[in-house]
Every structure is written in C-alpha cells, then in structure tokens.
C-alpha cells in the first residue's frame, strides 16, 4: 500500500543559471492517509512552493510526486485541474471565495466542476455547510459575512467533494484569535474524523496543534517529528 | 445553462459599462436593420407597382417597320384557342371624343376591344356588368365606366342603364351604360370634390366599348391589327408570352425576323430588383463597419473584466476548472453583451423604420430572415471578439493569479 502522498527527491529551482533560487533542494516527504501534518517554516523558506507543490498548483523541476502511487508530477494543465478537484481541498489565508456569489454557490463550484448533478451538489453543499455551523447563512454573499465565518464557508467548500487530502494555507493569518481558534478547532474535528490535514503555517503556535510537524528552511526539511504534546 | 446563469450575473455587475459597450452593437444592429428593410420595402412597393402595371396584361405589338404583315379578329380567337392557359385576348383600339349628358359635357378617351378587355379593371365591377360578346357582335352602342368617371360625368355612380351623346369627330351615337368599375376610395372623394368645385382638371373620362362600335358604326379602321394584349395568370406571364409570340409569327409567317415584340414588366421588374439588392447589400456592409468597431469594444472590455477578475479565475483554476470550462465562461459572457445588444439593436432598428415610415409613400418591410441572420451575427461577433480575452483568461497560471490582489 502506497503512501497517500510521497515526494521523491524534488527540486524547484527560479531563474536557473546565474542568479537561480533553490526554493525546494531534493525534498523527499511521506504523508500517510489520515495523518495531521503542520509544515512550518519562514517567509522565503520554501514552504509556500511545497505546498503549491503538493496542490498540483505547479511542477517540480526535478523529482517525483506520487499521489495515490499515481506520479502527478509532469501532468498537462488540464489533467492537474482534475487531481486537484478530485484529491484535494484548499483551505487559503484570503479564503478566496469569490465575491459575487452566495456560500451556497461558491460551496458548489468543485462540484460543478466535477459535473456533479445540480440536486446532489446542492443536497451535499448544504450538508457541508452545516458540517461548519453555517446552515442559516448559506445565502449570504462572502461581503456579508465576519473573516472567520468567510472560512468556514472555504472549508466547507474543501470538504464538500470530500476529497482525500486537505491542503490549508494559513488557514488563520487574516483572522482574530477568536476566530482562529474556532478555526483550528474545526479542521481537528475534520482530522478526527479521518481526514488527512496539511497545515501550513509559519506560526509555531498553530504548528504545535499538528500531530506531526515538518520544519522546512531554506528548501529543505530541517526537522520532521512527532508532537508529543498533540491533543484532540 | 450554469455558463450562462453566471454570464448574465457577471453582466449584472457592471450594467453601466456593459451598456456602453453594447452601444457599438445597438447602433450596428439598428442600422443594419434599418436599412435591409427599408430595402426589403422598397423592392416590394416597386413589385407591386409593376405588378399594378402588367396585370394590364402584356402587349403584343407587330413592328411596322419590319412587317406589313397585320392579325385579324379571327386570328385572336386562333391564338385564344392555340394558347389555352392564357386569361383573355383582346385587340384595343383608341379614340378620343366627347360625352354630353344634360348636365354635363366631358372629353372621353374610348377604348374598344373584345369582353376580355374587361380584365384592365382589376378592382372589379361596382354595379351591372361588362360588356358582352353578343355586344361585340352587333356592334351595340354600350360602355363601361370607372365610379369617379361617373360622378364626374352624372354627379352619381348610380348610373347603369343611363346614357349620354357620345361624338367622335362629326358622328355620334346615344352610348348606354351596363356596368360601373369600382374606384378607389380617394378617386371617388376627389370626383366629388371637383364636381363640387367645378374644377377644369377634372373635364376628362375615359370609356370601354366593344369595338364593333367603334369600327361599326363610327368608322373607325380597326380590321388590320398590329397591336393586341393578353391575360395571363401572374407565375406564366413570361413563357405564356413567348408562346403567344411565337404563334403570332406562325400566324403571319415572319419568323426569325424580330416582327413581333413582347412588351412586358417582368424583366424590367428583375433587373429593377437586382439593382435594389446590391445597393441595399452595400449600404449594409457599410453599416456592418459598426458592428466591427462594436465588436472591438467589447473585446477591450471583456479584456478589462478579465484582468479585474484575475484573482476569480485563479480560484476557479485551483478549485479544478479546466481551461475550456473558463474558456466557455467568458466567451459566453462576451456573446451574451453582444446578444443583448443585437436585440436592443433591432427593437431599435424597428423603432428607426417605424419613423422612416412616416416619410416615405411605402412601408419598410423586417423580414423574419433578417432578425435571424442580425441575432447570428451579434452572437457571432461576441463569440469572435471573445476569443482574444477569454484565451487570455483560460491559460492564466493559477499560482500567479491568486497572488493578485
């Protein structure tokens, strides 16, 4: 049984030849189904390629990654599109919902995307935006709505197609510390309930709600352990 | 459908600026509809006038200067009998004269023929009834005349079995009416009026007669004829021609030689109509010029929108949009402006006729044609303009489109 994510030996390097920028050197990384993993690094340390990485947002210049033992890697556009709406659900630090359209409707899109009919992607939109406490707001437009509750509506979208990985950027840099920590409560609720999470984050504070934290600087893993102090 | 719900939303967003790019297209659509049917109009009003004119019926004439050769009555029942599908044949001769009630003294034009003279008169009789073959044949002093011709001439159109003197040169005769030809409305209204007036203008008739009476018994030459018409049904009236002509030249024995002649509208109709459609065609594509510049503005525009929504497509990208899907999304948007436009441009267009019309002695004509062929262009031109912006939004590179603020 192959790992849910593994990355072989990749490299992402800018501007190759005179002035290049090593932003990930040889990284090699398992994930495991149902594993709760903060990457935490600086600004500039890479962490923000690797997980543009791991979305199938972009291509390494070298190395290997495999999702599902299936190489992702070297994918054209259009085909990288479709593993990221099949496999992964984006938490971002903007939210990124857009504007001109109700929770419900922006909840909707990944699955309009993957030509779910329109009664079953309303039925599990709804569900999906109950699952985050939101099922009396669902007609509400993004600029009705507080930065935390804008959140939620994002993950809900993330685990409405009910994808295997949760990728979740920042998920509470533009928000309050009370928001956040509803936040972080609900993406451990989502873990426990045995989605694979990947949090990124250059917060120590929120790394240490990981279950496993990978310390990345300049491109490349400096530490990978256990938090021994997690709790639910 | 979900492509255009969200075009129309988007569309929503920026009404004003949509509506000024519209523009371009409204006035393109307007005026290209404006034009084709006032040319549609035009075509059909000349059609009809020279329909009006032939359904006279065409006029065979034998050319003097090519033939002493001449038909006579009998050979017109040869050619009746030769060329069934033909309505009616006549010969036709004309005199000038006078006609003198009690009350009235009027020039008169007479025209004499056969019964089937009878179908110059396409309104129909008004009262009574034409004259007769058993009129023809005893040369019966008896005429047929329009409505206003007898209010000119009796003050009413009441006028069946009523008679008057009627001379030509130093003969006369007492001419009794058996049948009134109906008139136009305005022609009655104005008979009346210069009754009332006793206007000069108005001093002059005109009759039908068998022409028996004529050469009977004011002896006018009418045996040898070189002129005659025919009648035909309006879809025949080309060959039923042709084929008059060519038993005509039988019948005289003048074959090849261009004797006979065929005067008839229908070919000046054609060429008139094709005329009518190459100018209606070029002031069209002059007109098309705007949808051109329309066009372009909504490609400026939509390229505006794309970049504005930048960060949106990034979204929709990262949440697995595939290229065609916003490929789609745009160039339905795009298409959508240009449809809207189309149509405020032909409600428009026909607004512009309506007002046309209000200058000119016809009707201008929309055809149904037309509004299909304008809708497909305006979806046309957005799909086309439509093309350069939404391509450029489909291959955005989703990282750096969500890095836009």
Same mark, same amino acid.
């Given at each position: 049984?192959?790992?849910?994510?593994?990355?072989?030996?990749?490299?992402?390097?800018?501007?190759?030849?005179?002035?290049?920028?090593?932003?990930?050197?040889?990284?090699? *990384?398992? #994930?495991?189904?149902? $594993?709760? +993993?903060?990457?935490?690094?600086?600004?500039?340390?890479?962490? &923000?390629? %690797?997980?543009?990485?791991?979305?199938?947002?972009?291509?390494?210049?070298?190395?290997?990654?495999?999702?599902?033992?299936?190489?992702?890697?070297?994918?054209?556009?259009?085909?990288?599109?479709?593993?990221?709406?099949?496999?992964?659900?984006?938490?971002?630090?903007?939210?990124?919902?857009?504007?001109?359209?109700?929770?419900?409707?922006?909840?909707?899109?990944?699955?309009?995307?993957?030509?779910?009919?329109?009664?079953?992607?309303?039925? *599990?939109? #709804?569900?999906?935006? $109950?699952? +985050?406490?939101?099922?009396?707001?669902?007609?509400?437009?993004? &600029?009705? %709505?507080?930065?935390?509750?804008?959140?939620?509506?994002?993950?809900?979208?993330?685990?409405?197609?009910?994808?295997?990985?949760?990728?979740?950027?920042?998920?509470?840099?533009?928000?309050?510390?009370?928001?956040?920590?509803?936040?972080?409560?609900?993406?451990?609720?989502?873990?426990?309930?045995?989605?694979?999470?990947?949090?990124?984050?250059?917060?120590?504070?929120?790394?240490?709600?990981?279950?496993?934290?990978?310390?990345?600087?300049?491109?490349? #893993?400096?530490?990978? $352990?256990?938090?021994?102090?997690?709790?639910? | 459908?979900?492509?255009?719900?969200?075009?129309?939303?988007?569309?929503?967003?920026?009404?004003?600026?949509?509506?000024?790019?519209?523009?371009?297209?409204?006035?393109?659509?307007?005026?290209?509809?404006?034009?084709?049917?006032?040319?549609?109009?035009?075509?059909?009003?000349?059609?009809?006038?020279?329909?009006?004119?032939?359904?006279?019926?065409?006029?065979?004439?034998?050319?003097?200067?090519?033939?002493?050769?001449?038909?006579?009555?009998?050979?017109?029942?040869?050619?009746?009998?030769?060329?069934?599908?033909?309505?009616?044949?006549?010969?036709?001769?004309?005199?000038?004269?006078?006609?003198?009630?009690?009350?009235?003294?009027?020039?008169?034009?007479?025209?004499?023929?056969?019964?089937?003279?009878?179908?110059?008169?396409?309104?129909?009789?008004?009262?009574?009834?034409?004259?007769?073959?058993?009129?023809?044949?005893?040369?019966?002093?008896?005429?047929?005349?329009?409505?206003?011709?007898?209010?000119?001439?009796?003050?009413?159109?009441?006028?069946?079995?009523?008679?008057?003197?009627?001379?030509?040169?130093?003969?006369?005769?007492?001419?009794?009416?058996?049948?009134?030809?109906?008139?136009?409305?305005?022609?009655?209204?104005?008979?009346?009026?210069?009754?009332?007036?006793?206007?000069?203008?108005?001093?002059?008739?005109?009759?039908?007669?068998?022409?028996?009476?004529?050469?009977?018994?004011?002896?006018?030459?009418?045996?040898?004829?070189?002129?005659?018409?025919?009648?035909?049904?309006?879809?025949?009236?080309?060959?039923?021609?042709?084929?008059?002509?060519?038993?005509?030249?039988?019948?005289?024995?003048?074959?090849?030689?261009?004797?006979?002649?065929?005067?008839?509208?229908?070919?000046?109709?054609?060429?008139?109509?094709?005329?009518?459609?190459?100018?209606?065609?070029?002031?069209?594509?002059?007109?098309?010029?705007?949808?051109?510049?329309?066009?372009?503005?909504?490609?400026?525009?939509?390229?505006?929108?794309?970049?504005?929504?930048?960060?949106?497509?990034?979204?929709?990208?990262?949440?697995?949009?595939?290229?065609?899907?916003?490929?789609?999304?745009?160039?339905?948007?795009?298409?959508?402006?240009?449809?809207?436009?189309?149509?405020?441009?032909?409600?428009?267009?026909?607004?512009?006729?309506?007002?046309?019309?209000?200058?000119?002695?016809?009707?201008?004509?929309?055809?149904?044609?037309?509004?299909?062929?304008?809708?497909?262009?305006?979806?046309?031109?957005?799909?086309?303009?439509?093309?350069?912006?939404?391509?450029?939004?489909?291959?955005?590179?989703?990282?750096?489109?969500?890095?836009?603020?």
């Amino acid at each position: 049984m192959p790992a849910l994510v593994e990355i072989r030996d990749i490299c992402k390097v800018y501007n190759p030849g005179e002035n290049e920028v090593r932003a990930l050197d040889h990284v090699s *990384l398992n #994930i495991d189904k149902g $594993e709760f +993993v903060a990457i935490i690094g600086q600004s500039g340390s890479g962490k &923000s390629t %690797l997980m543009n990485m791991l979305g199938c947002l972009d291509t390494p210049t070298s190395g290997k990654y495999y999702l599902h033992g299936i190489d992702v890697s070297h994918m054209s556009d259009d085909e990288q599109s479709d593993v990221r709406n099949r496999e992964i659900g984006f938490i971002f630090q903007g939210f990124n919902l857009i504007q001109s359209l109700t929770a419900l409707e922006n909840v909707e899109l990944p699955l309009m995307y993957r030509g779910v009919n329109k009664r079953k992607r309303r039925e *599990l939109s #709804i569900a999906a935006l $109950e699952h +985050v406490g939101l099922g009396k707001r669902m007609t509400h437009k993004p &600029s009705e %709505l507080s930065g935390g509750q804008q959140q939620r509506v994002a993950i809900a979208r993330a685990i409405a197609q009910a994808p295997p990985i949760l990728l979740a950027d920042e998920p509470t840099g533009n928000l309050d510390s009370g928001s956040s920590k509803e936040i972080i409560s609900i993406i451990k609720r989502l873990y426990a309930e045995g989605r694979t999470v990947i949090l990124i984050t250059h917060d120590p504070g929120i790394a240490k709600q990981a279950k496993r934290i990978i310390t990345i600087s300049d491109g490349k #893993i400096a530490k990978d $352990e256990i938090n021994e102090n997690f709790t639910l | 459908m979900e492509y255009l719900k969200s075009a129309i939303s988007s569309i929503k967003q920026n009404k004003g600026r949509t509506f000024l790019t519209m523009l371009g297209i409204i006035i393109g659509i307007a005026s290209v509809i404006t034009i084709l049917s006032i040319g549609n109009g035009m075509k059909s009003y000349v059609n009809t006038s020279l329909d009006e004119m032939s359904s006279g019926g065409v006029t065979i004439n034998l050319d003097p200067k090519k033939t002493d050769r001449y038909l006579n009555i009998d050979d017109l029942e040869k050619i009746r009998d030769v060329v069934p599908e033909m309505l009616g044949i006549t010969n036709s001769i004309s005199a000038n004269g006078e006609a003198v009630t009690d009350k009235q003294q009027l020039e008169v034009g007479i025209t004499g023929g056969l019964p089937d003279i009878a179908r110059e008169n396409t309104k129909g009789m008004f009262d009574g009834r034409f004259f007769r073959q058993d009129d023809v044949e005893s040369g019966a002093a008896v005429c047929v005349i329009s409505q206003e011709d007898a209010i000119l001439l009796f003050n009413t159109d009441e006028v069946v079995d009523k008679s008057f003197q009627l001379n030509i040169g130093n003969k006369s005769a007492e001419c009794s009416i058996v049948g009134v030809t109906r008139s136009d409305e305005e022609d009655i209204k104005n008979a009346r009026e210069a009754v009332r007036k006793k206007e000069q203008a108005y001093n002059w008739c005109t009759i039908q007669v068998p022409y028996t009476l004529l050469t009977g018994r004011f002896g006018l030459s009418g045996e040898k004829i070189t002129s005659f018409k025919i009648y035909t049904s309006p879809g025949i009236a080309d060959e039923t021609a042709l084929k008059v002509k060519s038993v005509t030249e039988n019948l005289i024995d003048v074959r090849g030689e261009g004797a006979v002649q065929i005067q008839s509208f229908a070919s000046i109709a054609g060429a008139y109509n094709n005329i009518l459609n190459i100018v209606t065609l070029v002031v069209a594509l002059i007109a098309a010029i705007s949808l051109l510049v329309g066009g372009i503005g909504v490609m400026n525009i939509m390229t505006v929108t794309v970049t504005e929504r930048t960060r949106e497509i990034g979204i929709r990208k990262s949440l697995g949009a595939k290229t065609s899907y916003i490929l789609i999304q745009f160039l339905t948007e795009s298409a959508v402006i240009t449809l809207i436009g189309g149509m405020i441009g032909i409600l428009m267009g026909y607004l512009f006729t309506r007002i046309v019309q209000l200058f000119m002695s016809f009707p201008p004509v929309i055809s149904p044609m037309d509004v299909l062929m304008v809708v497909t262009i305006s979806i046309a031109d957005g799909l086309f303009f439509g093309i350069y912006p939404a391509r450029k939004a489909a291959k955005m590179d989703p990282i750096e489109a969500l890095r836009q603020e």
